[in-house]
């Protein structure tokens, strides 16, 4: 069964840092890119960039650029995102998501259950 | 960037009703959209893909076309489980896949 399965929830106090990760199976995971998305509470969703974990080619969305880090370890078939200082405004459920085809960048079909990051004092 | 649109933000429907959702895009882009369903505390589940392209595994109900600006997702006899937000995303302008802002649709 082709999944992605991301890491528990966590909470957190502004200035922290935090990696999430984001573990593919059931497919070749370095042939697929992997995106990233974004949803504060009650909002919609905001997409923050993909990586193609094959050769670590990554890309941010504007608004992202600079706040957030998106890596992976082709070794364990896993993508991350990292904050190296929180803040509270980063309170949201994280996504990732894997695109229905390989190699290419198209609709995802294959979801991560999501990963809530709680940041409060 | 290219901005989405969608009309209306909510929607309140019966069992059986005829639903249609509406994304614009701000800049052409082709047959790029995606449409996809969300449930309370759920992952989205693709729905739509290439405007028009039902996913493997969706009900025949749901429906989509438009290209260019314009793109309408339809279901045809709106069932319980349809009850949901849904979502459109462009994936013409990479790296930015834009969503649009979500449309809910809930029951009369």
């Known amino acids: 069964e082709v999944q992605l399965v991301q890491s528990g929830a966590e909470v957190k106090k502004p200035g922290e840092s935090l990696k999430i990760s984001c573990k593919g199976s059931g497919y070749s995971f370095t042939s697929y890119w992997i995106g990233w998305v974004r949803q504060m509470p009650g909002k919609g969703l905001e997409w923050m960039g993909i990586i193609y974990p094959g050769d670590s080619d990554t890309r941010y969305s504007p608004s992202f650029q600079g706040q957030v880090t998106i890596s992976a370890d082709k070794s364990i078939s896993t993508a991350y995102l990292q904050w190296s200082s929180l803040k509270a405004s980063d309170t949201a459920m994280y996504y990732c998501?894997?695109?229905?085809?390989?190699?290419?960048?198209?609709?995802?079909?294959?979801w991560g259950q999501g990963t809530m990051v709680t940041v409060s004092s | 960037d290219i901005q989405l649109t969608q009309s209306p933000s909510f929607l309140s429907a019966s069992v059986g009703d005829r639903v249609t959702i509406t994304c614009r895009a701000s800049?052409?882009?082709?047959?790029?959209l995606a449409w996809y369903q969300q449930k309370p505390g759920k992952a989205p589940k693709l729905l739509i893909y290439a405007a028009s392209t039902l996913q493997s595994g969706v009900p025949s109900r749901f429906s989509g076309s438009g290209s260019g600006t314009e793109f309408t997702l339809t279901i045809s006899s709106l069932q319980p489980e349809d009850f949901a937000t849904y979502y459109c995303?462009?994936?013409?302008?990479?790296?930015?896949?834009?969503f649009g802002p979500g449309t809910k649709v809930d029951i009369k």
């Open positions: 998501a894997r695109p229905r085809e390989m190699a290419t960048l198209g609709a995802f079909d294959i």
């Open positions: 995303q462009q994936l013409n302008s990479y790296p930015i896949f834009t």
């Open positions: 800049q052409g882009i082709s047959s790029y």
